[in-house]
Structure formats: C-alpha cells, structure tokens
C-alpha cells in the first residue's frame, strides 16, 4: 500500500494563478483532512470529509480557497486566486472510520511556493 | 475556545540528556490527546495516544486533567529523536475534529 498520495510533490507558481492540490486517500478510510504547515502556525485544520461530505470547513483561510471530494479515492484543495502568503506545506490525511481512536495516515505534503 | 498550546517551538539537549516536550490544552469534556513526529524527509505519523498508555521508542505522556497537560517526556534522549512533535487534541471518542499543536522542533545534539 503506498499510502496518502499526494500530488503536485511541489508546486511554484506566480501570484494570481489557480493552484490545485490533489488527494488519495488510503483505500478503505472514509474520512479525509486537509492541513497547512508554516513555520509560524504549525500545522493548521482546513477542512475534513466524513464519506466525501465535508463536515468542517471552519479552518479554510477565505473564499479563495476551496475543496472538493467528488469520490472516496479523490479530493482536491483549490486555490483561486494564489497569494504569497499561501506558500506552505499542505498535507492530506486519511482515517478509517470517523469514530473512535484510528490513526490517520499523512501524505508526504505538497510544497506550494507562491512568487 | 478551544486551543493547544506548545509553548517551546526549539528545544535542544544533549544526548543522554532527558527531555520533556510540553503540551496544554484548553478543550471542554473529555478530549483524546495524542501526539505525532515529523522526522526529516518523512511523513508525520503517530507516536502515541493517551488511551493507549503505553511507551513508543523510549517516550511517554500523561495525560494531567487537572493542569490540562500532556507532555511528553523521554528520560534519555537519543539523536534520532531529533525531530517535529505535535500535540494533537480530538474534542471526543466520537468526534472526527483533531487540531494541532504549532509544533516543537526538537534537537539533539552529540
């Protein structure tokens, strides 16, 4: 099993531009995160899925970021228009189940630099 | 408002030496913490569960209800312990919320 794949590896783009993250999840696991990783926030929420319906968005910076989970093997973190300031790290994660104490299992993160 | 604090984002001991990486949270009921590293080039994965209690490579944590602590402590460190470490709340057994910790690096030096 490879694990959370993820892609883009890395990502460098200008500013103004739409970016677009892509997840897979392990197979089997019906719950998906997104995160951001920066030196100065750590490792930071955007949203989750339980069985592909985002359940907690909370976490998504503004508008002009969105995320889609259109199947149980597919998500995507959209960014529309890209800033500076969304240079980070993000990881997608997965977990079997949306109770008890599973682990989740991280992707190797995708590094978005924003020019 | 609901909130995990790492209050140390470097922390740096010798070899040998014991280490404590502090966790506190602010979460109402009953929360289950764990905690998960980041080593170099590699994906953040579980190192422990309060739950569980049990030692993973040497580490351990407690979970203080009172002082709303879990730090997580090693009695003699080892350099391949240099690494990321957060501190992960999850508001319930039934909930799928876990948030992070702004991580502390960790370093041990020869």
């Known amino acids: 099993d490879a694990g959370v794949i993820q892609s883009p590896r890395h990502e460098v783009t200008e500013m103004g531009q739409e970016v677009t993250l892509r997840c897979k999840p392990i197979?089997?696991?019906?719950?998906l995160f997104w995160y951001r990783q920066t030196m100065m926030r750590g490792l930071e929420l955007l949203i989750y899925?339980?069985?592909?319906?985002?359940?907690?968005d909370s976490g998504m910076p503004e508008d002009r970021f969105s995320a889609k989970m259109p199947n149980a093997s597919f998500s995507t973190l959209k960014i529309q228009p890209s800033e500076p300031r969304d240079s980070a790290v993000y990881f997608c994660?997965?977990?079997?189940?949306?109770?008890?104490?599973?682990?989740?299992?991280f992707g190797p993160g995708t590094r978005l630099t924003v020019l | 408002a609901q909130r995990v604090t790492q209050p140390e984002k470097l922390l740096s001991v010798f070899k040998g030496a014991p280490v404590e990486l502090k966790c506190n949270y602010s979460?109402?009921?009953?929360?289950?913490l764990f905690w998960y590293v980041q080593y170099s080039r590699q994906r953040l994965q579980l190192l422990l569960r309060?739950?569980s209690r049990e030692s993973i490579k040497g580490f351990t944590a407690d979970l203080n209800k009172g002082e709303t602590s879990f730090h997580l402590k090693k009695p003699f460190a080892q350099e391949e312990d240099s690494a990321m470490y957060y501190c992960?709340?999850?508001?319930?057994?039934?909930?799928?919320?876990?948030?992070f910790g702004a991580g502390t690096r960790l370093t041990v030096k020869p």
């Open positions: 994660a997965s977990r079997r189940g949306s109770q008890g104490d599973n682990e989740q299992f």
């Open positions: 197979s089997g696991h019906n719950s």
């Open positions: 899925f339980n069985n592909n319906v985002p359940i907690d």
């Open positions: 979460y109402s009921g009953s929360p289950e």
């Open positions: 309060h739950i």
């Open positions: 992960a709340p999850r508001r319930s057994y039934n909930n799928n919320d876990m948030r």
